[in-house]
C-alpha cells in the first residue's frame, strides 16, 4: 500500500524567501502526483499536476518536480507572500490517491 | 474552471439522525469520491464512483452509504449518525478512466453530530 510523507510537518519563514516542501512516496508505479493547497476550513485546491512522465509543472512561483525512481517530489515556491500561508498537501496517485499529511507553512511579514 | 459544489457547508445533527450530503460537479467528470478528513489522520476515502450507479467501497466505508443516480451528482449518506462521524467532508471529482486526471474538491462540509 502506497505511503506517503511530507516533510517538514510545519515550516515558518520570512517573507520573500525561496522555499522548498518534500514529499516522498514508497511505490514509484504512479500515474501522476498532485500537489494541493489548503486554507483553514476549507477544501483542497490543486496546484500542480505532474504526470509520471514528466520531471517538472510550473505555474507562476511554483515549481514542482518529480523523480519516480526516488519516490520524491518536490513543490518550490520562489519569493514567499503572506498569502501563500497555508497547509500544502502532495498525493500519489496509482489509481488510488493517497495523501501526505501536508506541511504547515507560515509566511511572516 | 471545474466547479464542484457541496451544497451543506456547516451542519449539526443529532446521534441516529439520518444526513444527507450532496455533491455536484459541472465538468462531466466520470469519477468522484468522499472523504472525511480528522486531524492527524489525514484524507480518508469513504466511498467512490467511476460511473453512474456504480459505487466503490474505500478505506472506511463503515458507516455510511453512497448515491449516484447522476453523473454529475454524487450523495453521501450517514444512516443513523454517531458523535465518531463528526468530520469534515470533502467530495472531489476527476475526468479519465483510472483516475488519471486531475482532482478537483469541493469546499468540504463540516459535520458535527451532537
Known amino acids: 500500500k502506497q505511503e506517503v510523507t511530507q516533510i517538514p510537518a510545519a515550516l515558518s519563514v520570512p517573507e520573500g524567501e525561496n522555499l522548498v516542501l518534500n514529499c516522498s512516496f514508497t511505490d514509484s508505479a504512479i500515474y501522476n502526483l498532485q500537489w494541493f493547497r489548503q486554507d483553514p476550513g476549507k477544501g483542497l485546491t490543486s496546484l500542480l499536476l505532474?504526470?509520471?512522465?514528466?520531471r517538472e509543472q510550473t505555474s507562476g512561483r511554483l515549481n514542482a518536480s518529480l523523480d519516480k525512481s526516488s519516490g520524491r517530489s518536490t513543490l518550490y515556491i520562489a519569493a514567499s507572500q503572506p498569502g501563500d500561508s497555508a497547509t500544502y498537501l502532495c498525493a500519489a496517485n496509482n489509481n488510488d490517491m493517497r495523501f501526505g499529511a501536508g506541511t504547515r507553512l507560515t509566511v511572516k511579514p | 474552471d471545474v466547479k464542484v459544489t457541496q451544497s451543506s457547508r456547516y451542519l449539526v445533527k443529532r446521534t441516529g439522525e439520518k444526513v444527507f450530503l450532496e455533491c455536484v460537479q459541472d465538468?462531466?467528470?466520470?469519477?468522484m469520491f468522499w472523504y472525511r478528513q480528522d486531524p492527524g489522520l489525514g484524507l480518508r476515502l469513504i466511498y467512490f464512483?467511476?460511473?453512474?450507479?456504480?459505487?466503490e467501497k474505500g478505506d472506511i466505508p463503515e458507516g455510511y452509504s453512497v448515491s449516484r443516480e447522476k453523473k454529475e451528482r454524487f450523495s453521501l449518506i450517514l444512516e443513523s449518525a454517531s458523535t465518531n462521524q463528526t468530520s469534515m467532508y470533502l467530495c472531489?471529482?476527476?475526468?479519465?478512466?483510472?483516475?488519471?486526471?486531475?482532482?478537483?474538491f469541493g469546499e468540504g462540509s463540516r459535520l458535527t453530530v451532537l
Open positions: 464512483s467511476y460511473d453512474v450507479k456504480m459505487k
Open positions: 465538468m462531466d467528470h466520470e469519477n
Open positions: 472531489a471529482s476527476s475526468t479519465n478512466v483510472w483516475n488519471t486526471g486531475e482532482l478537483f
Open positions: 505532474i504526470q509520471s512522465s514528466q
